[in-house]
C-alpha cells in the first residue's frame, strides 16, 4: 500500500517535475493516488505526498448543497491568474495529520492543465475548489499550507505531527 509522505519528509519540499506526455505509466499513478486520497480521506493529493515528484494532482470536491460531487486528475496545472479578492478559510493537509490553520488565499484562480488526453484545459476555479487547487498545486512546487504561517506557528505544528509519529497516534 502506498503510503503518505508526513513533514518533515525531504520529498514535501523539492520541486516536482513537468510530464513531456501524458502516458499510461502517469494515468495508472493518477488511479493510484485517487485511491489513497479517498481512503485517506482527502480532497486533494498531489504526487510528492506519495514520494513521486511528478507534476500530478488528483481532487475530490463534494458539496451536496450544490449537489457537487467530482473526482479528476490535473497533469502539469498551472495557476495563471489569481482574483485580487481573498478569502480566508482553515486548511489542513494529508502531510500533517490532525493540524489545522486559518490561511488567506484568492478566491478564484484561472488554471491551465493537461488532461489524460494530451488536451490544455483552461478554466477557471472558484470557492473552495479554488483552494484545494492551490493547496495542491503549492506541493508542487515544495510548498506547505504552513508556509503561510509564522515561522513559531509553522514550527510548533510540524513538532505535533513528529509528536503523533513517535506516540504511534498517525
Known sequence: ????????H???????????????????LSKKML????NAPGVGLAANQIGVLKKIVTIHIKDEEKNIDK??????????????????MEEGCLSLPKQFAEIERPSSIKLEYLNEKNEIVIEKKEGFEARVLQHEIDHLSGKLFVDYLSSLKRNMMIKRVQKLIKMKEI
Open 1 to 8: 500500500m502506498v503510503k503518505i509522505l508526513l513533514v518533515p
Open 35 to 38: 485511491d489513497v486520497m479517498l
Open 71 to 88: 473526482t479528476y486528475t490535473l497533469f502539469n496545472p498551472i495557476i495563471k491568474s489569481y482574483s485580487e479578492e481573498k478569502v480566508v
Open 10 to 28: 525531504p520529498k514535501l519540499r523539492q520541486l516536482s517535475r513537468n510530464i513531456d506526455k501524458v502516458t499510461q505509466a502517469e494515468i495508472d
